[in-house]
C-alpha cells in the first residue's frame, strides 16, 4: 500500500511539471538555455577580440549547469 501513495506522489509531481521538450521540464530547459547563451556569448566575445571576456564567460557555462543540477536535483528527489 505504500507503494502506491509513493507512486501517487511522484506523478503527481510528474505532473505539476509540463515538459517543454520530451523528458527536459521548464526549470531544466531554462537552465540549459543560461548556459547555451552563456556558451555563445564567450565563444562571440573570444573570436571577436575580447579573449580574456570571452574566456571569464566561458566559465560560467559548468557554474550554470552545476548550480541547475543542484537545485533541480534538490526538488525532484523531495
Do not use: C
Not at 538555455?33 to 574566456?55: D, K, T, Y
Request: aromatic share 8%.
Amino acid at each position: 500500500m505504500n507503494v502506491r501513495v509513493e507512486t501517487a506522489r511522484a506523478e503527481a509531481r510528474v505532473m505539476r511539471s509540463p515538459d517543454v521538450i520530451p523528458g527536459v521540464n521548464r526549470p531544466k530547459a531554462l537552465f540549459l538555455m543560461a548556459a547555451g547563451i552563456s556558451f555563445l556569448l564567450s565563444v562571440s566575445l573570444f573570436f571577436m577580440g575580447s579573449r580574456e571576456q570571452g574566456i571569464f564567460v566561458g566559465i560560467w557555462v559548468p557554474s550554470i549547469l552545476s548550480a541547475g543540477a543542484l537545485l533541480i536535483g534538490r526538488n525532484e528527489n523531495e
